[in-house]
């Protein structure tokens, strides 16, 4: 168990709605990882934050927005779904936004999309 | 650009080694780690190296040069639980990314 919690573990939905997954980071984390690991794909990175702001964007799409809270939780908000989203998503945790740290994941959620 | 290459698959026979390999190429380097993923669940922390030469940890090892980039992930005494999905990670000095992955080596150990 890495201490990293993330909500719901499956979710099951139709194409052009919304949806959000949460994370809880390991207790004294300030940063906060999301990624999208699809069959076929390796783990892509999404977005970053650092202490409740945004620290570093990858391959985001604009349907697609976080955010992270004053208690250090994070929110995955993706809407206008296509089957395409349907994925494992990721969030992990580090101590601090330095690039040395080691990112402990959190269990997924799986997203499904019909 | 940021590229890292690892074999997709690979079989090996229980109580034997197996080397897995991970070359790079991305905007600066800043270490290399490599995680273990079993199928539906989270990658879970193996090993990390900054520098060149080999660091052990139990049946697993990682080496790492960074001229050549290049990594591989050496395990052994393999056991049946070790079938896993092997994910090479790169931390880049600059880009947008902090942590680049690989897809992954699908390592199935058999009897």
């Known amino acids: 168990d890495s201490g990293v919690t993330q909500t719901p573990k499956h979710l099951i939905t139709a194409t052009g709605q919304r949806v959000t997954l949460r994370c809880s980071p390991r207790?004294?984390?300030?940063?906060v990882y999301w990624y999208q690991q699809s069959l076929d794909q390796g783990l892509q990175f999404l977005i970053q934050?650092?202490?409740?702001?945004?620290?570093a964007k990858g391959n985001i799409l604009e349907r697609f927005s976080a955010q992270q809270f004053p208690d250090l939780h994070s929110e995955l908000n993706l809407s206008s779904l296509e089957l395409g989203d349907s994925a494992l998503y990721f969030c992990?945790?580090?101590?601090?936004?330095?690039?040395?740290?080691?990112?402990?994941f959190g269990p997924g959620t799986r997203l499904t999309v019909l | 650009g940021q590229n890292i290459d690892q074999p997709t698959e690979m079989t090996a026979t229980e109580g034997a080694i197996v080397q897995i390999n991970c070359t790079y190429q991305?905007?600066?380097?800043?270490?290399l780690f490599w995680y273990q993923q079993h199928a539906g669940e989270a990658p879970t922390f193996l090993s990390y190296?900054?520098?060149?030469g080999l660091e052990e940890k139990g049946r697993f090892s990682s080496f790492l040069s960074r001229s050549k980039g290049y990594s591989y992930l050496l395990l052994k005494e393999l056991q049946m639980k070790d079938s896993a999905s092997y994910l090479c990670?790169?931390?880049?000095?600059?880009?947008?990314?902090?942590?680049?992955f690989g897809k992954g080596t699908r390592l199935s150990v058999i009897a």
């Open positions: 992990a945790s580090t101590l601090a936004g330095a690039s040395t740290d080691t990112q402990y």
């Open positions: 207790s004294g984390d300030l940063s």
């Open positions: 934050y650092y202490n409740g702001e945004e620290r």
């Open positions: 991305t905007s600066g380097f800043n270490g």
């Open positions: 190296n900054v520098l060149d």
């Open positions: 990670a790169v931390r880049q000095l600059s880009g947008n990314t902090p942590l680049v």
